[in-house]
């Protein structure tokens, strides 16, 4: 309303929106599988972030253990990237890209399919952070502020590189930056000035799009 976030506004005025329910329970580790397969939890499986093995030893629940196919195996070529809870990625084939999110332990040949990307990705991104532990940070919100602008210029980066494969049927990209900045800081101008970064991003995506 204040005309801070004009793409935001004009994707709300020109776009299509509808209610949505979340998953039951509504948590993380139940909610991208159920978004990336369109399916209940009863059909993917995954219920928490940890699993107990038969020694009842924890380990994290991974891509491995979804049930359901994902939407970008179904529709090809597929571009998706920072997806919570999809490493191991899977070789999507030569002509789609996939760069895995949350829950990813570190950037190999299990993050990022296939190797024609991983090439590219490793000479243009060295320094490419899959995510930031806002946990770390209590008591040095400053230095959070300023590593998480360098989360979402490296987000960036990565979409516009992926940006430049345009035989996709269907582009799949997730910001994550927002959810890590409000679990730490409710100030509303720290806010509103993260907003229109986010603003920025989507106009270019509208543009690219038309």
């Known amino acids: 309303d204040g005309g801070e976030l004009p793409n935001f506004e004009r994707l709300l005025t020109e776009g299509a929106s509808g209610p949505l329910r979340s998953t039951t329970p509504a948590n993380t580790?139940?909610?991208?599988?159920?978004i990336a397969t369109g399916t209940w939890p009863d059909k993917h499986g995954l219920y928490e972030f940890m699993k107990l093995d038969s020694a009842y030893k924890q380990s994290p629940y991974s891509s491995a253990d979804v049930r359901q196919p994902p939407l970008w195996e179904l529709v090809s070529p597929s571009v998706v990237?920072?997806?919570?809870?999809?490493?191991?990625?899977?070789?999507?084939?030569?002509?789609?890209?996939?760069?895995?999110?949350?829950?990813?332990?570190?950037?190999?040949?299990?993050?990022?399919?296939?190797?024609?990307?991983?090439?590219?990705?490793?000479?243009?991104l060295p320094d490419y952070e899959i995510d930031i532990k806002?946990?770390?940070?209590?008591?040095?919100?400053?230095?959070?502020?300023?590593?998480l602008g360098d989360v979402l210029r490296g987000r960036r980066e990565l979409m516009e590189m992926l940006m430049e494969n345009e035989a996709w049927r269907l582009f799949?990209?997730?910001?994550?930056?927002?959810?890590?900045?409000?679990?730490?800081?409710?100030?509303?101008?720290?806010?509103l000035e993260h907003y229109g970064k986010l603003d920025d991003v989507l106009g270019d995506v509208m543009a690219y799009c038309e």
């Open 29 to 34: 580790p139940v909610a991208w599988p159920s």
């Open 81 to 124: 990237a920072n997806v919570p809870m999809t490493y191991p990625t899977s070789d999507p084939g030569e002509e789609s890209g996939v760069v895995s999110g949350m829950m990813t332990p570190q950037i190999d040949g299990d993050a990022v399919e296939p190797d024609s990307l991983r090439a590219e990705f490793q000479r243009r």
């Open 134 to 147: 806002w946990r770390d940070y209590a008591g040095r919100e400053r230095e959070f502020l300023s590593d």
């Open 172 to 191: 799949f990209f997730v910001y994550v930056a927002p959810d890590r900045l409000q679990h730490l800081i409710w100030d509303e101008e720290t806010l």
